[in-house]
Structure formats: C-alpha cells, structure tokens
C-alpha cells in the first residue's frame, strides 16, 4: 500500500532534530550518541554507536531498568500495579458514572524508566546533537519524582510521582476551544502552551516541590491535531486544528468515493489475495475520515496564504500536539513526534514503520514538512533552563489512547481497554505485528521502547463527552453523577430513543420541550452510550 521513501528502521540510531539558536536546520545528520558515563558494572553495549542498555527487570510483562540505588546517572525504576493507576484521559472522563479511565499521564511516567537509549530518525536532511541533561544530582535520585504531562482535548492535567508510583501532587486548568465558523474547531496555540506552563508550576507548587527534585518529565497528548510554524521565526501559521473540525467533510465524502481511491482499494485487494499481505489488506480497507490529519492539513494549506507561500521555500514545520510543545519546551531547538503519535495522523505506513510517501503524494503534502519520529522512551529532550529555571530531561512522548492502554497494563496481546472521555476509545493489544482488519480498523503503534514496537487496533466513538457536555446545557441534570440512580429508577425507556446525531443533526437540541419523563429519557440516554460502546466490538 505503502511505499519506501525514507527509512526510519530501528537500525538507524540518531537524535531527536535539534535546531539551532536561529531555527534554521543545517544539512548534515548525525548517527552518534554519546554513551551514559555512570552505569553499573553489569551492564552492557548492545550497539556499535556504543550506546549501553541497563540491565533488565521484567515486571507484568514489560522490561524495566534495573538501576543502582547510588547510581544517580541513570533514571528510576518502580513497578506499578493495577490497582494504583487513575485515570485522567480527557476532559470528560469523570463525568460518566462507575466509570474509571485509568491514567494516561500514568503510562508516560511509566514509559519514562525504561531506556536511555538514543532514537532513530528518519531524515538524512536534518542535523541532530545529543540532547545533554544538566539536572541537579544534590538530592539523592531516591528522593526525586516523576514529572507527566497529560494534554487533553479541554482539560490540561500534570501529575507528579514517586519513585514507588504514588500520586504525590497533581493540578488541571481548562482551555478554551474556539469555532471560528461552520465546523471549524480550533485551539489557540498560546492558549495552550500558557496553559501547558501554568498547570506544571501549580503542581510544583502545591507539593512544594523545586523543579531540581523533578528526575524527568514525561508527556501524553490527544492525537491528530497539529499546528504548522515558520522555520525561520518559529511562529504559527495558524491556530491548532483540532480532530473535531469538520471543514473536510465535503473533500473526504469526495475522495472516498473517487475513481483513484477506488482503484487504489481494488488493486491492494487483489496483491492481498495474492500476497496475503497485511498492508495490502490495510490498503483495501482503505477509507478517509475528518479525524485524520492529512485532509484537514491538505485544506489549510490551501487556505493559508502564508502558509503555502513559506511551503514553496521549504520553510514550514508540522507539528502535532505533542510537537509543538516538545519545540516550545525545548528552546525551540528539537523538532521530534513519536512513532504512537505518528502513526494515528493516517500519514504513517505502520507496516513500514516511516512516513508514507504514497498517502503524502496522494494528498499533496510535502515529505520535509513532517518532523522526525522517535521512541516512546528514551532520551527526547531537555526542556530550556529559562522556563523552569532548571533543565528537565524529557524521557516520554505519547499519544493519549496509547498511553493509556500502557496505563492500563495492557501489556499482552489480547488484551484491551474501554475508555471513556471526549470519546470512547477501545484499544486492543496485537502483539508485535500490525494486524490489518477489512472493516477499516488501522493498525496503530501503542509504543516504541528499546527498538521492540507494540501494536494496537483502535475503534472510537466520538459523540460521548458531547452527549454529557449536551445533557448538562439543557438543564435536565446538573450532576452528572445522579444519572444512573434516576435511570434505575424506571423498569425500561418505555419507547424513548435517543440518537447522538450531534455532528448530522444538531438541531436536536430544538425538541427538548418534547422529552418523555426524565427518568425514561436518562435511561435511554445511558442506553445509547451503551450501544455505541458495544458497536465497538463488533
């Protein structure tokens, strides 16, 4: 489905793209690192860039560092259980009732401890340097903490962790999304990086902690949604165009149904009965949709000036969430995504593991715009001393789905996770190997940590914090909470249906004044959010 175009295999060991003062990225790549200086006498080289692994801990099925108590050089390693991970997925996840979103933050500082090791890039255009950390090593690393990032939709949250995985301090600020006309949704860029800074220091702050105690931060964001900036001034070209805009509709019922796409499918179709391929199996399955990143991004470029006069000079950086904060972070020096991240944008060939040239080409997107991807775990970043005061390594970037999949324990294939926040997001662990389905479910990479990838299959609802945030504007409840008793209450919906059509009929908000009794009509409410979660499995 998928052809070659720039390698990003995991034998190609080099750094995240660090840009210098200038933001201007030079032309030579560097495929060095320079090797941890103080590792336990048990450890190992694994490669010829002379780059050492810690020895390994398997703990519920995934392999953790071991490290020396009196080794300060090298990052913590605790184990979890089941029972201690907490939800904080999406904006509303706690709006739902006897229900637990078990945290994605929680994964990434999970992620964290698991490897040092450098990671591998796809460019050969781009020039990368070690990123050196500078924390402060006067407390003792048994006595520093976890610092995990957790963007969502509408809520941002940070959490800050033992070393045994304790909560030990957390705070969450709001954003604002903005809909500057019909479908569009957007997010001010500053807006969320103020508030990105903002819910960090709060948790600093309420646990009185100094940002020397911080060990390393790690982050999870919601996916496909991205921002692209100048080059040159690091400036925004335009707000960030979140995964709810609908202003592709039109062009995505148009390509799903075009003569090119339609030949793409049948041909894939064909090579996979021959074949028995699961990428061409993907490529049959094939299907557009308005949450996926290269439509909406093929559509502002097109209605950018700046942004497509700058992309003629090769002077645009894309970026998702998880992007755009990583270079805000980082003195707008490492431009990087991970390969989770990366391969939910539908611009990701997950059977090859790089940037897909045929979904580029097909939409028009130019290969020198996307940043270079990178492992979940592993030496990412440092953020700029200026921000915090101290530099922090930044040692996990994740998705928000598959973080928490991993929050989850979901460590085995097989295994799986329902959560519900802005959506409902089911998550399968497959195991090793992509896995493609011909009802359209894509393989997705759940993450990448010491050259091994786990895959996941994802199906998702959209419509559930919609229904809630819905429900609470029309004044039928106001605690979200008291709706399963009510609904209990009544033996069946006594012929009420209720259908979540908010992005087909939003003027279903007009027939309020015709709703059956209010315990009926909560009853079949909850049943509707039951269905769609079920649909998911099927």
Known sequence: MMEDNINTSNSNLVQPVEVDSSHKVSDQSVVTNTPSESISSNTKCTDSTGLQD???????????????????????????STAEVRSSNNASSSSLDNTSDPSSSHASDEELSV???????????????????????????????????????????????????????QAELKTKLIYPSAGAVELECDELWDKFLSVIKMALSDGDFNTADIACMGITTFRNSFVTWDRDTGKPFHNINM???????????????????AALKKGSGLLHSITGSQRFKAGYALKFMTQAVPLRLNWMINNTSKLKSRLKEKKVMFGTVDTWLLWKLSGERVWATDRASASGTLMYDT????????????????????????DTSGQIGVVDESIFGTEI???????????????????????????LGTGSFLNVNIGSKPLASITGIYPLVAWDIKNSITFTAEASSITVGTCIDWLKSTGIIQDVSSTSD??????????????????????CALFTSLLPPKQNFLASFLSCLKYSNQKLFI
């Open 54 to 80: 810690l020895p390994i801990d398997k703990g519920n099925g995934v392999e953790f560092p071991v490290v020396n108590e009196d080794d300060s050089s090298n990052t913590e390693s605790y184990e979890t």
């Open 115 to 169: 490897s040092e090791e450098s990671t591998d890039l796809r460019p050969n255009d781009v020039s990368s340097r070690p990123a050196e950390s500078s924390t402060s090593n006067s407390i003792p690393l048994t006595q520093k903490f976890i610092l995990v990032a957790d963007v969502g939709s509408t809520i941002v949250r940070c959490h800050i962790y033992n070393k045994a995985a304790q909560l030990v301090s």
């Open 243 to 261: 995964w709810q805009d609908k202003r592709t509709q039109a062009q995505t019922k148009a390509w799903n149904s075009s003569f090119t796409l």
């Open 351 to 374: 059977f090859q593991n790089m940037w897909s040239s045929m979904i580029l080409s097909l939409v028009g997107i130019p290969m020198h715009i996307l940043p270079p991807i990178v």
């Open 393 to 419: 390594p930044i040692t996990g970037l994740v998705g928000d789905q598959q973080a928490s999949l991993f929050g989850h324990c979901c460590f085995k294939p097989g295994d799986m996770k329902l959560t």
């Open 486 to 507: 009510i609904a209990k209450s009544v033996p069946d919906t006594n012929g009420c249906y209720f259908v979540p059509a908010f992005a087909g009929l939003p003027v």
